[in-house]
């Protein structure tokens, strides 16, 4: 199975300030075929369902705000909030879709300082 | 309007058994493959089995391997989850999720999500 790493745990950031999570995979999800890395971002609200956020490790999904990136190829993953607003506070998760075994990472918590 | 929509949780004995439904609307069912993806507060999201689009493969955690079995009912539009020989371990919430393409795809449509409690 591909282990999918997220690193911090939880940062506090401030209102308007940059908020950067990463993501490293055991293994490549890049697939040399379509070039394409199989690499998503969900964001997780309690009560909610998660949310998608961004696919292709960088296509940001319909409706989600601008502020939202994601970059990174191969084994190695950035999703960045670049000016944190108050709704933004979640659990973020990167999950990959390269193997038929789905696997998440552990979630990178995400407050206000 | 793409719906999905869980039901079947609930409290359960360890060593017990529950099935959970997935009762879903708004694209072709048969035409994207479906997985089961529970939340714990201890262990985060954690992708549970998946489903083919024409049911031709199924595939499982190692964590649910042999006790869980998943189906989809072309007829009824609905997606199951037979869980057996329950652990305390097991106790999520427990969402059905579409994938975006029927081979390979990320989860782009999520079910609300069912609470299953496994305790004595």
């Known amino acids: 199975d591909i282990v999918m790493t997220q690193s911090p745990d939880s940062l506090a950031v401030s209102l308007g300030e940059r908020a950067t999570i990463n993501c490293k995979s055991s293994?490549?999800?890049?697939?040399?075929?379509?070039?394409?890395?199989?690499l998503a971002w969900y964001q997780h609200k309690p009560g909610q369902p998660p949310k998608l956020l961004m696919y292709?490790?960088?296509t940001r999904e319909s409706g989600v705000p601008d502020r939202f990136s994601g970059s990174g190829s191969g084994t190695d993953f950035t999703l960045t909030i670049s000016s944190l607003q108050a709704e933004d506070v979640a659990v973020y998760y990167c999950?990959?879709?390269?193997?038929?075994?789905?696997?998440f990472g552990q979630g990178t918590k995400v407050e206000i300082k | 309007e793409v719906q999905l929509m869980e039901s079947g949780g609930g409290l359960v004995q360890p060593g017990g058994s529950l099935r959970l439904s997935c009762a879903v609307s708004?694209?072709?069912?048969?035409?994207?493959?479906l997985s089961w993806v529970r939340h714990s507060p201890k262990k985060g999201l954690e992708w549970v089995s998946r489903?083919?689009?024409?049911?031709?493969?199924?595939y499982y955690a190692d964590s649910v391997k042999g006790r869980f079995t998943i189906s989809r009912d072309s007829s009824k539009n609905t997606l199951y989850l037979q869980m057996n020989s329950l652990r305390v371990e097991d106790t999520a919430v427990y969402y059905c999720?579409?994938?975006?393409?029927?081979?390979?795809?990320?989860?782009?449509?999520w079910g609300q999500g069912t609470l299953v409690t496994v305790s004595s």
């Open positions: 708004g694209f072709t069912f048969s035409s994207y493959a």
């Open positions: 293994q490549t999800v890049l697939y040399s075929s379509s070039k394409k890395n199989y």
């Open positions: 489903i083919t689009d024409s049911s031709s493969s199924t």
């Open positions: 999950q990959q879709y390269y193997t038929t075994l789905r696997t």
């Open positions: 292709w490790a960088s």
């Open positions: 999720a579409k994938e975006s393409v029927a081979v390979m795809g990320y989860f782009d449509y």
